[in-house]
């Protein structure tokens, strides 16, 4: 694209952004430096269209961009810049005042995107399954239903609680939390497996088959805590003129409702592969796969330990999004959470 073109192709866009109208080559030639004339603009706008990259919405009214102008926006023109200094003040006090536990901080995350960007933030819990076991204890509540407490080496906690085939009181409890931290400790609760119980010669009938049947729930609702998202700023999106549908609002709320299906949205966001390997990953409408979302467009990134991938972040919005604003927010709580989840999870 020439560099005319370029440049007034940036404007309509940053145009559309901030007022959601049309926008006409008179309204671009008062509100911008473009050194041509309203004319002249008409012209290039024209030719943009033609090129895919703009569109009339109607025949009497302005232009306003397409997916593909957003595409090119953000591939060719947008710059990820950093945060003025007292913002990033704010944001680092934020996260120091948040807590030292890491739900706190995944809570406070989306929090403070959703409050900085104006957008619905999304936030993927850390993947427990890649930690390691420390310390795991049964407790026996009613019967034959018991509480499982499991604390990683990194500092996290979860309980879960099941129902097994028999009864089980302290003594048995007692027995069965020392037979697993024998055979579980350092181990990472992605191997967790039956076959370890093999290792354990010392077992009674009752005992192995209570055991046969634990592990596998312990290692399901591991992995089904890898859906573990918090989402925050709903109300956010009705302030835009596109949602004053509320299907379109319905529509992500079903998303956000199905975890598994929102995780997935947003390890695919966060894993997409850019041709500048940016940490900053961005899908517009219709590039996003599920169908709920074709009307968003969705930021995403990573957040890491030792540059190991621990879980994503990132806000769904509009396709009139400020990609520009938002990328760099994003930037600067990367560089944030990045700090905290090193700390807490030492």
């Known amino acids: 694209m020439k560099p005319r073109k370029k440049k007034i192709l940036e404007a309509v866009i940053r145009d559309y952004i901030n007022t959601a ?34 569109m009339q919405p109607h025949t009497s009214s302005g232009r306003i961009p397409t997916q593909k102008a957003y ?18 003040r ?12 890491i739900d706190t901080a995944v809570n406070h995350t989306a929090n403070v ?90 077992l009674n009938p009752t005992e192995r088959q209570l055991l046969d049947e ?17 989402a925050s700023g709903f109300k956010n999106l009705l302030n835009y003129p596109e949602f004053n549908n509320i299907d379109k609002i319905k529509n992500l709320v079903d998303v956000v409702e199905a975890k598994p299906l929102l995780a997935k949205v947003m390890i695919n966001g966060a894993e997409r592969k850019d041709d500048n390997n940016s940490v900053i990953h961005v899908t517009i409408g219709d590039e996003n796969d599920n169908q709920h979302l074709k009307e968003f467009s969705i930021i995403t990134s990573t957040y890491e330990r030792e540059g190991v991938p621990m879980g994503a972040f990132g806000v769904i919005g509009p396709t009139r999004m400020n990609y520009s604003q938002v990328s760099s927010i994003l930037d600067a709580i990367r560089d944030e959470l990045n700090a905290n989840i090193v700390k807490l999870l030492k």
């Open 71 to 88: 595409r090119y926006y953000v591939d060719e023109i947008m710059q990820i810049k950093k945060l003025a200094e007292t913002m990033r």
């Open 21 to 54: 109208e049309p926008v006409g080559s008179r309204t671009l030639s008062r509100r911008y430096d473009l050194g041509v004339s309203p004319a002249t603009i008409r012209n290039e706008m024209s030719d943009l269209e033609e090129m895919g990259y703009l």
């Open 113 to 202: 995107l959703s409050q900085l960007t104006n957008y619905t933030a999304v936030v993927l819990a850390p993947r427990v399954s890649r930690f390691n076991c420390k310390h795991l204890q049964i407790v026996p509540l009613i019967r034959n239903r018991v509480l499982v407490v499991m604390v990683t080496i990194e500092g996290l906690a979860r309980n879960l609680e099941v129902t097994l085939s028999s009864d089980v009181d302290d003594a048995m409890a007692l027995r069965m939390s020392n037979v697993l931290n024998s055979i579980l400790k350092n181990v990472a609760f992605q191997d967790f497996g039956t076959d370890l119980i093999d290792k354990i010669g010392d």
């Open 214 to 230: 634990l592990i596998p729930m312990i290692r399901d609702a591991l992995l089904e805590s890898e859906t573990n998202v918090t």
């Open 90 to 101: 704010d944001i680092h006090r934020g996260y120091l005042q948040a807590g030292q536990e």
